[in-house]
């Protein structure tokens, strides 16, 4: 019985596919309990995955009218707020959109599609969604729910995975991916783009074969990089734990005495090196609630704001005694939930788009690079 779960997945693809060593040091980690944001996304993907089933039965569905009513994950109660369902929708508009134009019957989607890779036994997982076209091609979504880690479409290895799953006993010539992530910014908009050939997609399984075989050696390298930000062995891993003390032997010295090349460096590790201290804390939690006494440390409750269990059926038991006094005042829409109501040409002399000065960020980063106004004034002067 193989798990829900592969340890050579396409959702870690990008974390094993640099770092070999990763999969098997990940069977000797502490078990991970899932985050609620982590859980949270899983509310909106099982939402998305009921009303994409009613679109692929051409049965009628109200998204709308499922505002307040809840999805159980992981023992955990989630409340589908306006938010969740204006990212869904977003993510839904999109696949009808392209039903729309290609003009193709709704019976050819296919929701969570479970697949097996032939490059290994291994290599197995679930499509979100994904539109067949027989002997044409296959347009491919992936909702990312999350707002924290903005997602690139183009050679994404997790899509590219996806997509060699989808075109398995299919006629198709190329593979058309989308990523739809409503709740971050993507100087590309918030549903991007990118498409493959199945020539490109087969060298593609080629390479992931080879980076399979990569973990199983006896010897697979531990390689540390910015991948290592959502893996469960950062707690146990030496190669973080040799960063943690390169970090230590600096001594916090001053900022200025470091030079430019070491700033860097530290710049670099600072993210992995912040997860890795979390997973230290959570792997302590985890000793201390088996009963285990930890030197300076105890469990107690955490703390917690009341809030309601359910808003809809709050405002339904009380709304007809206290009208609208159980309501706060009204508030008007954002410019991006404006759009829906009001063409973009006529809301665009009452929209401003303030600017919050520059923030230092990768070169990985999509956004064009600036000029500061320090290195403007200086110009010509240096």
């Known amino acids: 019985?193989?798990?829900?779960?592969?340890?050579?997945?396409a959702s870690s693809c990008h974390r094993w596919w640099e770092c070999p060593g990763s999969v098997s040091l990940s069977l000797k980690a502490p078990p991970q309990e899932s985050s609620m944001p982590a859980m949270e996304g899983t509310a909106a993907h099982?939402?998305?995955?009921?009303?994409?089933?009613?679109?692929?039965?051409?049965?009628?569905?109200d998204l709308?009218?499922?505002?307040?009513?809840?999805?159980?994950?992981?023992d955990n109660e989630f409340e589908v707020t306006e938010e969740m369902v204006e990212a869904v929708d977003m993510y839904v508009e999109s696949v009808i959109g392209v039903l729309d134009k290609a003009g193709t019957d709704s019976s050819f989607l296919h929701v969570e599609e479970r697949f097996s890779l032939e490059v290994d036994k291994y290599a197995y997982g679930t499509n979100d969604a994904f539109l067949y076209r027989p002997f044409n091609d296959i347009h491919l979504w992936d909702l990312k729910y999350g707002r924290g880690v903005v997602v690139d479409v183009k050679q994404n290895k997790q899509l590219m995975y996806y997509?060699?799953?989808?075109?398995?006993?299919?006629?198709?010539?190329?593979?058309?991916t989308y990523i739809v992530q409503p709740r971050a910014y993507h100087p590309d908009g918030p549903i991007r783009k990118c498409t493959y050939s199945v020539e490109e997609l087969k060298y593609f399984g080629e390479i992931l074969k080879i980076r399979i075989d990569a973990t199983r050696k006896k010897d697979a390298p531990l390689v540390a990089g910015d991948h290592c930000r959502w893996c469960r062995a950062s707690s146990i891993c030496p190669?973080?734990?040799e960063e943690a003390n390169e970090i230590a032997v600096q001594d916090f010295s001053k900022v200025s005495t470091?030079?430019?090349?070491?700033?860097?460096?530290?710049?670099d590790m600072q993210?992995?090196?912040?997860?890795?201290?979390?997973?230290?804390?959570?792997?302590?939690?985890?000793?201390?609630?088996?009963?285990?006494?930890?030197?300076?440390?105890?469990?107690v409750k955490a703390r917690?704001?009341?809030?309601?269990?359910?808003?809809?059926?709050?405002?339904?038991?009380?709304?007809?005694k206290y009208g609208n006094k159980i309501l706060a005042p009204s508030k008007i829409l954002s410019p991006a939930k404006m759009e829906k109501l009001i063409d973009k040409k006529e809301l665009l002399p009452f929209i401003e788009k303030p600017d919050t000065g520059l923030t230092l960020v990768k070169d990985s980063d999509p956004r064009e690079a600036v000029k500061s106004s320090a290195a403007e004034d200086f110009d010509g002067i240096l």
């Open 271 to 299: 993210p992995r090196i912040v997860e890795y201290l979390k997973d230290v804390k959570n792997h302590l939690h985890s000793i201390a609630e088996k009963g285990s006494e930890v030197p300076g440390y105890k469990l």
């Open 239 to 241: 190669m973080l734990k």
């Open 163 to 176: 997509a060699l799953g989808a075109i398995q006993g299919r006629d198709v010539k190329e593979v058309v």
């Open 46 to 61: 099982e939402l998305a995955e009921k009303i994409l089933l009613r679109l692929k039965k051409d049965q009628p569905f």
């Open 64 to 74: 709308h009218g499922t505002i307040g009513t809840t999805i159980m994950v992981e």
């Open 258 to 267: 470091l030079d430019l090349p070491t700033m860097v460096k530290l710049a």
């Open 304 to 320: 917690s704001n009341r809030r309601w269990k359910s808003e809809a059926r709050f405002v339904s038991a009380f709304t007809g």
């Open 1 to 9: 019985m193989l798990n829900k779960h592969s340890d050579v997945g």
